[in-house]
């Protein structure tokens, strides 16, 4: 069965950091991008970072460049987002999506916050 599962939200200070993991199962990790998203109360869906598999390449919001890094360890079957400088505004629920490498790339993959599959995100609160 087809999951990813997201972990390491929780409530961090700002300026403070954390590490998002996304494990996957179910595919063939290595023929598929895998990318972050975000959405806030009342807000879109936001591509955070995106990241391919075959070269590594990765693309990010502009409103999280410098700031947040994305890795993948495809022995693991895992994707990393590595979250530092955190700030108020960083505060939503954080998912991870998997798009097949062959229709897509991480830029379109993140501007279209698209995905063929899904996990249920976790909780990332930025507060003092």
């Known amino acids: 069965q087809l999951q990813l599962v997201e972990s390491g939200g929780g409530l961090v200070q700002p300026g403070g950091s954390l590490r998002l993991s996304c494990a996957a199962s179910?595919?063939?990790?290595?023929?598929?991008?895998i990318g972050w998203f975000r959405q806030a109360p009342g807000n879109e869906r936001e591509g955070v970072g995106c990241i391919s598999s075959s070269d590594r390449s990765t693309y990010y919001a502009d409103s999280v460049k410098g700031r947040f890094t994305i890795s993948r360890d495809n022995a693991k079957n895992t994707v990393y987002l590595e979250m530092n400088r955190l700030k108020p505004e960083d505060t939503s629920v954080y998912y991870c999506?998997?798009?097949?490498?062959?229709?897509?790339?991480?830029?379109?993959?993140?501007?279209?916050?698209?995905?063929?599959?899904w996990g249920q995100g976790t909780q990332v609160t930025v507060s003092s």
């Open positions: 179910g595919f063939t990790f290595d023929d598929y991008i």
């Open positions: 999506a998997a798009a097949p490498l062959r229709f897509t790339t991480v830029q379109s993959m993140c501007d279209m916050t698209y995905g063929d599959y």
